[in-house]
């Protein structure tokens, strides 16, 4: 079983930055597709963005030219470059595959974004 672990989140004022990231217990990301998915009060989790095996990434139209996903798989991690920062992306943030099996669903980031 791989365990995923999110990490980077916090409070964050309307326009700033946070680098989120999300390392595996062992090497996964030179085999899967992998997303960043978040999902705030009231809503369903949606994807935000995801990275292929090969290194090919796709954004959600809300984050686009903001948010930036990118992988280390030497050490195992999925990164996401979040900058100017709205409201809207308060949230908790988790990484998993981006296809079916996915892994279970760890405990997420919790991103705040607030004046």
């Known amino acids: 079983q791989v365990q995923l672990v999110e990490s980077g989140g916090g409070l964050v004022q309307p326009g700033g930055s946070l680098r989120l990231s999300c390392a595996a217990s062992?090497?996964?990301?030179?085999?899967?597709?992998m997303g960043w998915y978040r999902q705030a009060p009231g809503n369903e989790r949606e994807l935000v963005a995801r990275?292929?095996?090969?290194?090919?990434?796709y954004y959600a139209d809300s984050v686009k030219g903001r948010f930036t996903i990118s992988k280390d798989n030497a050490k195992n991690t999925v990164y996401l470059q979040m900058n100017s920062l709205r409201a809207e992306d308060t949230a908790v943030y988790y990484c998993?595959?981006?296809?079916?099996?996915?892994?279970?669903w760890g405990q997420g980031t919790q991103v705040t974004v607030s004046s």
């Open positions: 998993n595959k981006f296809g079916p099996p996915r892994y279970s």
């Open positions: 062992r090497s996964i990301f030179s085999l899967y597709h």
């Open positions: 990275i292929t095996p090969g290194g090919s990434t």
